[in-house]
Structure formats: C-alpha cells, structure tokens
C-alpha cells in the first residue's frame, strides 16, 4: 500500500470497489406514500451483523437503507458496554464482516494503523479495538446510520409497507425490516425465576451495567460456566471482590468447541439446506456439549487464590438474609453479598415492544416441529421457524402477511440457517445471504415497473450502419 494510514487504506478501499464495479448501481424504483419517502429497507440495529447487512445491500445497488440504533455512536453492541472479557475468542485473521473485501478486514484496519510487524506480534483482538474497527467499516463504507434512536413498534399497514414508530414520535415508512438487534433481539437475557422477588441490589445479570468496584471485599457468586462467567468472575476478581465463587451445574467445565471444530465452508452453506431433524440433530448435540469458556478467561479467573470453582452445584434456591443473600445448592448454603447470573438469553417476542403487534402471529419451530425424544430444548424449541430469506413465517396462514418482509437476522435465526447472523466467522456469509434475497423479493414485487422499462428501452447498440446497403442486398 501506497502511503500509511487509514486515510490510505480508505483510498484503497475507493480503488477496490472501483476495480469490482461496486457498490452496483441503483436499480430499486423509488417509491412515496402520504408524501413520504419509502426506505427500501429499515435495519433495526447498527451492531457487526445491521451494518454487515447494509454495507451488503449498498453492495448489491439497494439506495434506501437506513440503520437504526437506540445507542450512541461507538457504543452499539456488547463489546465496550457489557462484554467483559480482554480479547475476542475469535482468531485475529477471521475477515468477518468484510464481505469479500481485503481493504474492509480488521487486518488491513489494524495494519494501516500500526504496521505489519505489531500485526504479527498481536495475540488476540482487543475488544475495545473491535468496536473501532466496526465504527471505522460504518465509515469507511459511508453507512446511513442514525444513532440514539429507538424503534419503538413496527406496524404493519393495509397498502403492504411496514411503519416504524420511534420513541420520540417520528414514524418511517419502509418496505421491509432487517431485525439486526442482537444476541436478545427476540427475547432478553434470562434470569431463573428464583432470583424474582430478592431485592435487586444483591444482584445481576452479566448483561446488565453492574458496579464491579463496589464488589471490592465482598463475597461474590458468579452462575454459569460460560465465557461471559468467566469473564464477569474475573472482572470481580480484578476490582477486589473478597470471595469468588462459581457455581456450575455440571460435574465438569466443558473443554471442546463442537461447532466451531468443524466449522467449514459446507457448514456455512449447507447447513439451512439440511433436513429439519438434521438442523435439530446438529444443534442439540452442541448446544448440549456446551461452548467451552475461553482459556485466556479461565486462567484469568484461576489465577485468583479467593476463585473457587463449584462443579455440579446448580443453585437451586437464592433469598436474603443477614444484610446479604444466601445461595441454596446441593453442596450447601452459601452466604455471600452479591451474585451475577451469566445465564444467557432467550427468545421471548413478548418482551419486545416493538414486536407486539407481530409475535403474537410469528411461528416458532415449537409450533411445527415436535421436538425429537431426547433431544428436547427450550432454546430450540423457541426459535423462529423462518423462511429461505430470513423472514418470519406466519403460525396461521393469512393472519399476518407483514411477517414476509420483517427478517431475523439475529442469533435465534441459528436454527433455521446456520450460524451466520451474529458471530464473525460467517457474519458476511449471512449478510450476502440476506441482501441477495430482499434484491430478489424487490425486483420480483417491482416487475411491472421493470417490464415498463423492458418495453420503454429503445437505446440502440446497432446504428443500422453496421452492414452497408449493397452486401444486405446481395
Ligand atoms: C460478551 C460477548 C462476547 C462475544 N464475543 C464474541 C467473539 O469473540 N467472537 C464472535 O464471533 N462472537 C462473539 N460474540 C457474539 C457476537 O459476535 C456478538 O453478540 C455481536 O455483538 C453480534 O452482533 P449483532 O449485530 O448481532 O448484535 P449487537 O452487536 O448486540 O447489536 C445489536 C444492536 O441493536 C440495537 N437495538 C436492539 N433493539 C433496538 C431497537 N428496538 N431500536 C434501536 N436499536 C436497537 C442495540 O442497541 C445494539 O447496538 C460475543 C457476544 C457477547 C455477548
């Protein structure tokens, strides 16, 4: 590269795209109702997978995008808000969301910026650097994102567009909705009935703000034997917390990545093509193997000497006592003053207000497929049954045909096409999966403007002088 730098970088970012013909010319009729201008398309979400999806479909020549995200610029997404750990699990080489692009990777950013030789040197990637690296790619590919605003109801209408009611009481018009809204996008985090009930300033969720410096000397629990249990008991470990204790239902930490062992280019692809017992099949056996923590998080809780690890000790009751709460388990009471539930999340459409007038008709795999014997799981169970193009599909047909133009492409859509719509191995897999459909639905909904223009194209390639008079005749 010519010149350092990421204004550098950008330039050779512009000379790509050039070289590919890319972003590929507007084709998308532009359509107005009430005086209003229609978005093409509507991504709730501004995270890696919402500008992943935008930067696909500027790709692909769709104009009238626009990207939502109630937070602020920089701050969408876990990564410098609730996630905890030091590094990204992933391996630093992954090109992620660069949707083909050397110039768009998180090697090229990190290079422009600091060489080739502190690119070697990087172990991991920091997951404040991540978050600049996503906020540069919005740049970079000059992504219609408005910040601070939250999309409070989508509404379907009677002439087929989708109005999205923001908080604040502006209203826009789109032609289809891409939910890009993360890991709880369909749901929230989930916290075990027991903990309802015991006053909230003895605990949290990791997916909450939580005041880790006020931990300093307490005695701490920490729910979950996953990254982010980790990655929250070794936080509290590092601001002083006095006591650690984890509490893991099973005998043992699970040790290997199942899915991301066989990770693959047949998986990325082939996966949503799969039978359904098979997606099923598939899932379960990882899902139920678990997702190891990372080791970089483990040691960084071992290393503790307050750090005590409880193996197959589910807690299975939690209530206040003595100023602090006591947690209940097979191996005893334990007292401490505060307790993280890095439980996870799940889908529950009833808790997303601007889902309300949708959930009630959106079908979930439960609803179609009966969960094998012995394979039974809740987060399988719950997961929206969607279509080839992301989209929900209706529990009772006709009751809600808005549904075909609102697209999951958050984790839940796991099920149903693989795990292309929220971690970065295959999130540009996903987002060109994605954008290549809504193109398709758009040019087939528009046909008869394309046919008009089919008839009205008369600009000739042959001048008629092409074959002079004299040889025709002949
Ligand atoms: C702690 C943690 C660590 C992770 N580490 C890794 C890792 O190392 N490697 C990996 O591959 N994956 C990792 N993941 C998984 C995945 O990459 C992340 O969850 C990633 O953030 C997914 O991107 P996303 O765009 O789907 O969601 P998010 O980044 O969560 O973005 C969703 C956005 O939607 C916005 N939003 C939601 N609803 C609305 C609304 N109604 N109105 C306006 N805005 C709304 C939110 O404000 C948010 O900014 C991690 C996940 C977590 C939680």
């Known amino acids: 590269m010519s010149g350092t730098g990421l ?6 970012l512009r000379r790509d795209l050039e070289l590919l013909e890319l972003p590929a010319k507007p084709w998308v009729p532009e359509r107005r109702a009430e005086g209003q201008p229609v978005l093409d398309v509507a991504i709730v979400g501004a995270g890696m997978a919402g500008l992943a999806a935008a930067a696909a479909l500027r790709l692909d020549g769709v104009e009238r995008v626009q990207v939502l995200d109630r937070a602020p610029e920089g ?107 993360g890991r709880d996008g369909l749901g929230s985090h989930f916290v075990p009935g027991m903990a309802r009930g015991v006053d909230r300033r003895f605990w949290a969720h990791s997916r909450e703000a939580i005041n880790f410096a006020a931990l300093r000397g307490k ?33 043992a930490l699970p040790r290997v990545n199942k899915f991301t062992g066989i990770g693959s280019q ?105 969960s094998p014997a012995g394979q039974e799981s809740e987060e399988l169970a719950t997961s929206p049954d969607l279509a080839p193009d992301f989209s929900f599909q209706e529990k009772r ?29 295959a999130i540009s897999a996903g987002a060109q999966r994605l954008s290549r459909a809504i193109a398709a639905a758009l040019f087939v909904e528009d046909r008869e403007a394309h046919f008009e223009r089919l008839v009205a194209y008369d600009t000739p390639e042959l001048l008629g002088d092409e074959w002079p008079e004299r040889e025709a005749a002949e």
């Open 7 to 12: 204004a550098a970088l950008e330039a050779r």
């Open 397 to 425: 047909p006709g009751e809600c045909p808005a549904l075909a133009r609102v697209h999951a492409f958050n984790y839940p859509a796991t099920l149903s096409h693989g795990k292309l719509t929220g971690d970065i191995p």
């Open 75 to 181: 701050r969408e997404g876990p990564w410098v808000t609730y996630a905890r750990m030091e590094t990204l699990r992933s391996p630093k080489g992954l090109a992620g969301p660069a949707l083909g692009l050397p110039s768009l990777t998180f090697r090229a950013f990190f290079e422009a910026q600091h060489g080739a030789a502190a690119w070697d040197a990087l172990g991991k990637i920091p997951r404040a650097l991540w978050m600049d690296y996503l906020t540069w790619y919005r740049r970079a590919m000059a992504l219609p994102v408005r910040n601070g605003v939250e999309v409070a109801l989508i509404r379907p209408r009677e002439d087929g567009l989708l109005a999205l009611d923001l908080a604040g009481g502006e209203s826009l018009l789109c032609r289809r909705v891409v939910l890009a809204s």
């Open 266 to 370: 047949g998986v990325v692809h082939g996966f949503a093509a799969l039978p359904d017992e098979w997606k099923w099949r598939f899932l379960h056996h990882a899902g139920a193997a678990q997702t190891p923590p990372p080791r970089d998080s483990t040691l960084r809780v071992s290393r503790h000497p307050q750090a005590r690890l409880h193996l197959a000790c589910p807690v299975t009751g939690l209530r206040e006592a003595g100023g602090g709460i006591v947690v209940e388990t097979p191996q005893g009471g334990f007292a401490l003053d505060f307790l993280i539930f890095a439980t996870g999340f799940r889908v529950a459409l009833e808790e997303r207000p601007e889902l309300a007038l949708l959930a009630p008709h959106i079908r979930l795999w439960r609803d179609r497929f009966p």
């Open 219 to 251: 005695r701490v629990g920490v729910v979950g034997a996953g990254a982010s249990a980790m990655d929250n008991a070794a936080t509290a470990l590092e601001a002083g917390a006095g006591a650690l204790h984890l509490f893991v239902r099973r005998p």
